[in-house]
């Protein structure tokens, strides 16, 4: 035999009912049931809602007493066939008409005790029961409605009644041997005192009642089907990636119940549990689906945890002092004085040293708890033995529920690391004996992030995913980064493991965040079709609300204004992945805090292509330093732009067209000048001096520029590029005598000495930099270990491709 229970959302509508019916048509072919069926979806709510407005005097509670009504009748006309319907309405209209008694007497004297409230809210099961068993007899199944007040048996704690087993056993299984075959259709939730005043279950108390008949009965199995597709590893709603635990132990399953896993509620495993009767728990909605077997016999799982839960609304309350040290006893008194206060403790904390006690408790009850504390304790507050109780709120516990944890070492380890990377700050810790559950409480603004971070470390290990917010997406840089993405999204994941999702997309005119993301082929559509117009607060602000595990900002721009929010950024444990030059080139000390603050959140600042583009010029250089080498120059063509602006004037292209055919190309700065100037190879070098770790700014740098000081003071870039044509036959002619000799000319940044230069040489066929071809950057590194012939570094150091690779490179560095 089997016992099948039917949750309020199984049973919500008619048309649910009839998916319930063919369920259980399907389960009676095979062996004999018995169906516990909870109020239909919502009803408990508007029965305790409709009450306690009659119990305030509020005549509104008679239009919802209506909405009840009509909601029952309704279901009985989609139900039953008309000719049998009259009937069936005037057997429910006499619980309707009785329940409307009720609510006129409450309403008349304005009261509602515990004992009437039972009563009233034991009307969603019996109704829901009554007009399910006429369902099933319109399809010709021989049901019959049996209250489960007059089986099961309890004690007068309304609202929370305890059951007496060894009557309630007896009486249940008295009916059944009696019972002529028929199927039995109960109400769950409900019960009775031994002198027929009605009771409640509590929280879960249909699934209590089908697992105290599954028990009474001895069954094979227990079988709790609900809207889910069994126990998940975590809540769905909050990570997208948890799926179904298959099999799990009756401890596991309490311990995740207990702490928010809402599937099951833990007292409705305790009769299964004590016969050792498997309770599986299926989807009404997917009947053929996966689902979970609950039993005492779960094999080990090859990872050490089996789920995480999480709940909210939690606050701590810690009492701190001196006095508390050595004195027996003293957790005894707090937590006897918040027991006769009915305030629940959830989790125990304490310290070795014994100076502080933490509990932790729903918020609701956070500050009576506080004054229980210092009314139990007044006198070792007035004696100053106690220093204060401390209360924080607003937080949530999240539980890493397994067995299996107890034979794997390292298991806290990486339970904290994750979440400490990702700026997950854990308050408080509780962990027993049996090391079944580690339960963490965290700020309730960090519930989602924390339960998707320990998810992904311990079920997802393989998968590392990142999510990105980039500003300037529309850009040359960005809009090339987003097509390499694309290009390599499939392979990443497949290869890699990598789980790229773009979640924010930014430009000048608009922005989007999409928290479920983005597709990044689809990227420019997306942000051109987007409603918001663009803010950079409004962007920040989302992107830190979103707290994501993860997340990563991508600045593809060349804005004072974003890199000024960098700080922002970093002090939300949010990386940043940047070739904006601005901020590590900028105010020193803006540039150290940064580094600072990326150091102590963890987060990563990575900004390789602030100088060589996708050459590996920082990378290299933090090796070398790292590794015990001394740098004692440093001589570079840092510009690809300059180079090939070198490379490509000749007597037939004159400079100020082969610059315009590089700001074409996307190798120059949006404004040219900044290029010509220098200044931005000044800032190039002045980063690569700082990295070194001298204390330097831009005014520190001797620089001169290329191009005359004439053309790079013009107006705006019209007319630069107006007073550049001017220029071209003076710069030809310097060129020509170059020519002549067979040198060329390099702008050439150097650090020696802490001296940090860019100037205008020229070179002959002997030196490497003759040989920079098209938009090069060589590095030389002259060091301890690379002395008689430096490290060299070469490559394409310009162009929207080779920049935007040196960004994703970046990227995947903070995945790895």
Not at 108 to 132: Q, T
Not at 509 to 531: F, T
Not at 533 to 555: C, G, P
Not at 584 to 610: M, P, Q, V
Request: hydrophobic content about 40%; glycine content about 6%; aromatic content about 6%.
């Amino acid at each position: 035999m089997r016992v099948l229970k039917f949750g309020g959302t199984s049973v919500g509508t008619p048309e649910r009912i009839l998916q319930v019916i063919e369920i259980v048509k399907d389960a009676l072919q095979k062996e004999k049931v018995a169906v516990v069926v909870s109020a239909f979806g919502g009803i408990t709510d508007q029965l305790i809602k409709v009450s306690e407005m009659a119990s305030s005097g509020n005549e509104g509670y008679k239009d919802l007493q209506r909405e009840i009504e009509t909601r029952h009748i309704q279901a009985i006309k989609t139900l039953v066939h008309a000719r049998r319907q009259s009937g069936v309405v005037a057997e429910i209209k006499f619980l309707l008409n009785e329940l409307e008694d009720i609510l006129h007497g409450i309403y008349l004297v304005k009261e509602l005790s515990p004992k009437m409230k039972d009563f009233i809210l034991s009307f969603g099961e019996r109704l829901s029961a009554s007009i399910i068993a006429e369902a099933f007899k319109e399809k010709e199944i021989d049901a019959r409605f049996t209250d489960s007040r007059n089986l099961i048996i309890t004690d007068k704690n309304f609202g929370n009644a305890n059951v007496n087993f060894t009557e309630t056993n007896e009486r249940i299984q008295k009916h059944f041997i009696n019972a002529q075959g028929e199927l039995m259709i109960l109400p769950g939730f409900v019960a009775s005192t031994k002198n027929n005043e009605t009771t409640t279950l509590g929280r879960g108390g249909s699934d209590y009642t089908a697992s105290i008949f599954a028990g009474a009965l001895h069954v094979e199995v227990l079988e709790i089907w609900t809207d889910v597709n069994g126990m998940m590893t975590a809540d769905p709603r909050k990570v997208r990636t948890a799926f179904t635990i298959p099999e799990i132990s009756y401890e596991e399953a309490m311990e995740l119940s207990y702490f928010g896993a809402k599937v099951i509620y833990p007292p409705s495993i305790q009769p299964a549990y004590q016969k050792q009767i498997p309770i599986l728990v299926k989807n009404t909605f997917d009947p053929k689906g996966k689902n979970t077997i609950i039993s005492g016999d779960a094999p080990d799982d090859e990872k050490p945890i089996r789920g995480i839960s999480s709940m909210k609304d939690i606050a701590l309350v810690t009492l701190t002092g001196s006095g508390l040290v050595g004195v027996t006893g003293s957790a005894s008194r707090l937590f006897n004085a918040l027991a006769k206060s009915q305030i629940n403790v959830i989790l125990i904390s304490q310290a070795s040293s014994e100076h502080s006690i933490t509990t932790a408790v729903e918020e609701k009850n956070a500050e009576l708890a506080s004054k229980v504390i210092y009314k139990e304790f007044k006198e070792e507050f007035k004696g100053q033995k106690l220093d204060q109780v401390i209360v924080e709120q607003a937080l949530s516990i999240v539980a890493v529920v397994g067995k299996n944890m107890k034979k794997t070492p390292g298991v806290a380890g990486k339970l904290f690391s994750s979440l400490g990377r990702n700026g997950v700050n854990v308050l408080a810790i509780a962990q027993g004996a049996s090391e079944l559950n580690i339960s963490l409480v965290v700020r309730q603004i960090d519930e989602r992030k924390a339960v998707s971070i320990i998810h992904e470390a311990f079920f997802l290990s393989e998968t590392k995913a990142l999510h990105l917010f980039i500003a300037g997406s529309t850009g040359l840089i960005g809009k090339t980064l987003l097509s390499q993405i694309t290009k390599q999204f499939g392979s990443l994941k497949e290869n890699s493991a990598i789980d790229i999702r773009l979640i924010g997309l930014m430009n000048t005119r608009k922005m989007v965040i999409e928290p479920q993301g983005i597709n990044p082929g689809s990227a420019n559509e997306v942000i051109e079709n987007a409603d918001k117009k663009s803010s950079l607060d409004s962007f920040v602000d989302e992107m830190i609300s979103q707290n994501l595990r993860n997340t990563v900002f991508v600045d593809a721009t060349a804005s004072q204004l974003i890199s000024d929010q960098y700080e922002k950024i970093l002090n939300a444990n949010i990386s940043i992945v940047t070739p904006n030059k601005l901020a590590c080139s900028g105010d020193i000390n803006y540039y150290k805090r940064l580094k600072k603050i990326a150091r102590k959140r963890g987060a990563k600042f990575l900004f390789e292509t602030n100088v060589g583009a996708g050459l590996p010029v920082i990378s290299t250089l933090n090796d070398l330093i790292q590794s015990g080498d001394k740098i004692i120059k440093i001589e570079a063509i840092l510009s690809g732009t300059l180079n090939y602006i070198t490379n490509n004037v000749s007597k037939d292209k004159k400079i100020s067209e082969v610059v315009l055919d590089a700001k074409e190309a996307g190798l120059t700065e949006p404004d040219p000048r900044i290029d010509l100037s220098g200044s931005d190879v000044a800032r190039k070098i002045l980063i690569l001096a700082r990295e070194l770790g001298y204390d330097l700014n831009m005014e520190d740098v001797e620089s001169e520029p290329f191009i005359s000081k004439e053309s790079l003071d013009a107006s705006d870039i019209s007319d630069f590029f107006e007073k550049l044509k001017a220029y071209d036959e003076t710069f030809e002619k310097e060129r020509s005598k170059l020519d002549a000799k067979d040198e060329k000319y390099r702008i050439i940044a150097t650090l020696e000495d802490g001296k940090p230069k860019v100037k205008v040489k020229t070179f002959d066929k002997t030196h490497p930099f003759y040989m920079a071809e098209g938009s090069d950057n060589i590095i030389l590194y002259t060091t301890n270990r690379y002395n008689e012939l430096p490290l060299m570094i070469k490559g394409p150091g310009a162009g929207a491709e080779v920049t935007a690779a040196g960004v994703f490179a970046d990227i995947i560095r903070i995945v790895d």
